[in-house]
């Protein structure tokens, strides 16, 4: 579905049906704020990606990806090691003059660039060498919709399962700014469609449990037990 499909879709449930372009910048307004609200209902594994950054010599902050929200781990794929993430006040300690070189140990998330706005980590020891890469897996957020992405689909950012609390959501929002009372229809099926979400998405995050079958075959128990007399 594309934005402007399901723009379409709420605007027409609010009894827009010829809608213009200032209707499609309020409803876009309100699927902005409602995919917002989607995307912390749940840590959802769609959302789980990986970065990398490659090492400069002599330089120690880094800026992650622009969609990071949640960095979760690191790990230096050049020299074949994870990488501890430790509080930048640990890297203070161990190195109050900054001047410790060699291959990356610890990565510390130190706050945000204010130039880009992006997350910033700082890798320890300094990396004496160019060209290293260290990967990172992450929890992204998605960048607000705008008039230039109306006639993309919005697969490649929502899985299709997800897209309908998209829909229910931006249509309530629109009916509540026209004080319709019919919107808790459109929050009711919005709390389904998340519902349904959180459900997939717990299958999705920890692996199905398993019983032994008749072909399993286990050679021996062992059951000890201590008598504690009265």
């Known amino acids: ?7 379409t879709i ?3 449930r609010a009894g827009y049906n010829n809608p213009g372009v200032t209707d499609f910048n309020i409803a876009r307004s309100y699927l902005n704020l409602v995919k917002t609200e989607v995307e912390t209902a749940a840590k959802w594994r769609f959302l789980y990606l990986i970065g990398t950054l490659t090492t400069v010599a002599s330089q120690a ?3 992650l990806a622009a969609d990071v929200l949640e960095p979760l781990d690191f790990w230096d794929t050049s020299n074949n090691r994870q990488l501890d993430t430790r509080n930048p006040e640990d890297i203070t300690g161990f190195d109050p003059d900054e001047d410790n070189t060699g291959d990356a140990s610890y990565v510390a998330i130190t706050g945000r660039d204010t130039s880009t706005g992006y997350l910033e980590v700082r890798v320890h020891p300094t990396p004496s060498s160019a060209g290293d890469t260290i990967k990172y897996r992450y929890r992204a957020f998605i960048t607000d919709f705008t008039s230039s992405m109306d006639a993309t689909d919005m697969v490649a950012k929502y899985p299709a399962w997800l897209q309908n609390a998209l829909l229910w959501g931006t249509a309530a929002m629109i009916k509540e700014e026209k004080e319709n009372s019919t919107a808790t229809f459109e929050w009711e099926k919005y709390s389904a469609s998340i519902k349904f979400g959180m459900d997939l998405n717990k299958e999705q995050s920890v692996p199905a449990q398993f019983s032994m079958g008749r072909q399993d075959q286990v050679s021996s128990f062992r059951f000890d037990m201590e008598v504690v007399p009265d």
Not at 1 to 7: F, G, V
């Open 1 to 7: 579905m594309t934005p402007t499909a399901l723009m």
């Open 10 to 12: 709420a605007l027409r």
């Open 61 to 63: 902050p880094y800026d």
